[in-house]
């Protein structure tokens, strides 16, 4: 069993807002860590979770520790799960004024098949925009919220280092053990001033029995 946990970075400041996508995965980074490393999986050094942590949702309000963390891996790829294995999200920014942020996070797991869309300038993460009846925008609409609450309630960060963590609980497969690719599809909204901002990713993931180590071969008839 193992923990892997989901980094992601944004900031209101950066060329990516404009495009609704996080930071992206930055293979130059020196010695990569929690707090300097986006659109990545992370391991934790512990396989056991933390007392109080099982199978369910659960919001984290203590910062987690840089130092318990290692071996990211870029979110380019689908991440190898095996049942029992734990899901954390963790979403932070470094902007200056980060921490009169309020950030609303979803995660919608669906199954994806298709290819993803080259990583260009000119890909949005969604083809919805942020405009209203009044106030026209230009910026993308990757997050749909319908449930009514006000943004001025959605949670300000972790003091400590301007992060949200949610601890999303254990994978699982069928009931006949069948192994499955999954996209999870993360949404952001975040409420700076009067203006929302939205931010969206979808990683891969496959979940099965020894779908790390099993590998297809062809033998000759």
């Known amino acids: 069993m193992s923990i892997y946990l989901y980094n992601l970075a944004f900031s209101l400041n950066s060329s990516d ?10 293979s130059n980074v020196q010695n990569p860590t929690i707090a300097n490393q986006s659109c990545a999986w992370f391991t934790a050094a512990s396989s056991n979770p933390p007392q109080g942590f099982g199978d369910w949702f659960q919001q984290v ?3 987690l520790i840089s130092s318990q963390w290692g071996n990211p891996q870029s979110d380019a790829s689908s991440l ?9 999200m963790r979403v932070f920014s470094a902007d200056p004024n980060v921490a009169s942020y309020r950030v609303r996070v979803t995660g919608v797991f669906g199954q994806g098949t298709s290819e993803a869309a080259a990583d260009t300038d000119e890909t949005l993460q969604s083809p919805l925009v942020m405009s209203t009846q ?11 919220d319908v449930d009514g609450s006000a943004a001025t309630n959605w949670p300000t960060p972790i003091t400590a280092d301007g992060s949200w963590v949610s601890w999303l609980g254990a994978v699982h497969t069928p009931s006949d053990l069948g192994a499955n690719e999954y996209t999870l599809n993360v949404g952001v909204s975040v409420l700076s001033g009067n203006s929302i901002y939205t931010f969206g990713t ?4 496959k979940v099965g029995p020894g779908m790390i180590r099993h590998k297809h071969h062809h033998h000759a008839a």
Not at 17 to 26: I, L, M, S
Not at 202 to 205: F, I, R, V
């Open 61 to 63: 309000s203590i910062a």
């Open 134 to 144: 009044t106030t026209p925008s230009t910026y993308p609409r990757a997050v749909i």
């Open 202 to 205: 979808d990683p891969k993931m």
């Open 17 to 26: 807002t404009p495009a609704g996508r996080f930071q992206p995965y930055n």
């Open 80 to 88: 190898s799960l095996e049942p029992g294995d734990y899901l954390v």
